[in-house]
């Protein structure tokens, strides 16, 4: 069966320069030394939908302008005309641009970079592709295949000058991808990669109690420690604001991991996380999906570019959150924007993304302007270091999040602080503390954005005196679960550590760590 392909013919013609203007129609432009040729294409054969503009899809002629990064970038007035059909992109110079290198950039359009009306997807769409550039005026390039939800993306034309400097040009804003075949939509499990659900069998999931409460609705924002140091106790507290992380049991966890920067080991780290979810809560049935519109609960490891983020502010006025990525250090995070219902009301989220959150994991590599930062040198790192965290020293701690765990300095936790001295990148898998707490906010009788008073009276949890003191200090929680979670502890920490793919160094012991204060 032919492919119909709804992306017929997008023509137009960009004006290849630095300046900083905005977008003006065919009829706006100026002259440039040559007649501009203006293809009005008919308009059966130009993409529709929500995020195309029909202004820009058909007769716009776009204006150049500069990228940050390089301000100083000087006009060079040469036009050329541009068009698509289905995913291959072509242009013609109408006369020599002078330029060293071309690039195609594409990047999600809109959505403020987060990238939450794509349930984490645009990641994936930040691409560039690099264009010999040589004698001929006439070039074509194929765009790449994009896995996710039908994408629409803002595409650049990029053009390197002999001097070095570097402009980008907008062709398109809103252009919208052809829908995945069924057959790009399926998805496969690396080998090797298996789930074990008997791994728990025979195990009984223990009652709750007002340690395991209290845990799963504390949080710690002091310091990371090392053992034989205590915490700061005034930045552990149960506030207000922290509520019951639970997205139902609609939809189901289906979880994959996408992007160039995955290791082996994050898959194996994900095939424990959920064999023991599934027997903390039969009910979120988690598995990995085997098609992307199964997916729910994605991973992403994308390779953090420095074209990627320039010109993006950092989130909220914070350094090292910068979205879509940054360059400041490893990290990672989690996502809750496509999930909760308020969330999803707040930012707009489509109907059609069923999310349970997303993970972030970041990646780079060391360049010559890292270099000039002086951290960079301190640290040791060289020209062409990848900068990430080794595996899997981060995956348990951000889906802890996603399970509704807070930071702590408990000993041994997955989002814990704590660490044994002179070890970096301890191995830390979720411990008793972490699976009691994952099972208050996955118990069917917890729901959203309970507070922990409500999730006490749904859970049984009487409001007494140990109760009190524990609201009073939360850390005398660390240690002190009920018994039943050790073999759980115990078997998942061995599964874990038996993939030779782990990077982390292990601790000496992993005894209970309390704080008697």
Partial sequence: MKLRVVLSVFIGIILVGCSSGGETTAEQLPPVGSTAQTITPNTSTVASGPNASQKDMRTTAIGPRSLRLNPSCGPIEVDALYKASGLDLSWQFNSDPQVSTIYVRT?????????????????????????????????????????????????????????????????????EYPPLSDDDKLLTVPDGVELDFTRYEGLKVPEPTVEALVYAFATYTGRHIQSGEEPDYSKWAVTADKLIRDYGTTPKLRHFIFGPTQDLGDWHASARMIEILAAIDPDLDPRFATTIDEVTFPQFHPLCEPWVIVGVEPFSGQSKLQVPCQRDGNGGYFASGPAGSSERQHYNIPDGIQSRGFLYHNTFVINEVDLSRQDFVNWGYKLGDTVNNPCCSANFHETGH??????????????????????????????????????????????????????????????????????????????????????????????????????TNHPSNRENIRWPY
């Fill in 107 to 175: 990047r999600p359009s809109g959505d403020s970079h987060r990238n939450y009306k794509t349930n984490g997807f645009g990641f994936l769409w930040y691409q560039q592709i690099e264009v010999p550039a040589g004698d001929s005026y006439s070039y074509t390039v194929t765009l790449p295949a994009l896995q996710g939800p039908r994408a629409t993306l803002d595409i650049d034309l990029v053009t390197v000058h002999s001097d070095g400097q570097e402009c980008e040009s907008r062709m398109y804003t809103g252009f």
């Fill in 402 to 503: 996603a399970m509704g765990l807070e930071h702590n300095v408990c000993g041994h936790s997955g989002v814990g602080f704590w660490e044994e001295p002179y070890v970096s990148y301890m191995t830390k898998v979720w411990n008793q503390d972490d699976l009691a707490g994952i099972a208050i906010h996955q118990d069917p009788r917890t729901t959203e954005d309970m507070t922990i008073e409500e999730a006490a009276d749904a859970l049984g949890i009487p409001k007494d005196q140990r109760y009190n003191e524990l609201l009073q200090k939360p850390w005398r929680a660390c240690g002190n679960q009920d018994p039943g979670w050790d073999a759980f502890a115990d078997i998942l920490y061995s599964a874990h550590i038996a993939s030779s793919e782990v990077e």
